[in-house]
């Protein structure tokens, strides 16, 4: 079975500072790896997802994470963060089985402060 | 909207009544889940469908009835609630295989009074 950690249930940042979201993985087997966001009162949306090759991938709006597969971690970051980055940012796992099932951590509340 | 579609946007209901939420989505997805989101808690799957079968329920309790009628369709039928299970219930989709992500409705935000 797989688990997901997000150990920092709110990140305060000021406006145009970098940011890293911290994401931790069990799993027993190879895993496929996605970061959601969650704006207020809207359901989820990927923002990106690891599933083979470079260790780097990006989103288009500007975030970035890289998959450590020895510390079985897969960090968010952004070098300068926006307002409207504010929301909740979901890590998520999945086997590479065809269980179809994706795994959530607990989430982690961008909060940017002008 | 993202393609899938939840309604009603907003539920309140006495631990007496029986409701239902329902779940839209015409993206040709071919596998669609209940998911219970609390606060400060890890988002909880509830109820996995796939090609219109269910294969998965994860120890939900019987008050909690899902329905898939179709590929499109997703309903969780709800009966005799206690005020624990208030909480925001997600749909999502997704084609066969995660590879693709899942695609999310915004959601129910259900209070049992």
């Known amino acids: 079975a797989q688990s997901v950690t997000q150990l920092d249930s709110q990140v305060p940042v000021f406006e145009e500072a970098p940011v890293e979201l911290r994401c931790n993985y069990s799993s027993s087997v190879s895993v496929y790896l996605f970061w959601y966001v969650q704006y207020p009162n809207q359901g989820l949306q990927l923002l990106l997802k690891?599933?083979?090759?470079?260790?780097l991938v990006e989103s288009i709006n500007g975030f970035e994470a890289e998959f450590n597969k020895s510390q079985t971690s897969f960090h968010l970051r952004k070098p300068s963060v926006h307002i409207s980055d504010t929301a909740e940012y979901f890590c998520?796992?999945?086997?590479?089985?065809?269980?179809?099932?994706?795994?959530f951590g607990t989430g982690t509340l961008l909060a940017v402060q002008p | 909207e993202t393609g899938v579609t939840q309604t009603p946007r907003h539920l309140v209901m006495g631990m007496t009544n029986k409701k239902s939420l329902k779940c839209e989505q015409h993206?040709?997805?071919?596998?669609m889940y209940w998911y219970k989101q609390s606060a400060k808690k890890p988002l909880e799957l509830m109820f996995v469908?796939?090609?219109?079968?269910?294969?998965e329920n994860n120890s939900v309790p019987s008050r909690f009835s899902p329905e898939c009628p179709n590929s499109s369709h997703l309903f969780l039928h709800l009966h005799t609630l206690q005020p624990e299970d208030s909480a925001l219930y997600l749909c999502a989709s997704s084609p066969m295989g995660v590879l693709s992500g899942y695609t999310f409705g915004s959601g129910t935000r259900l209070t049992v009074v």
């Open positions: 993206l040709g997805h071919n596998a």
């Open positions: 690891y599933l083979s090759g470079s260790t």
């Open positions: 469908y796939s090609l219109e079968e269910r294969v």
């Open positions: 998520a796992v999945s086997d590479r089985g065809a269980t179809n099932k994706l795994i």
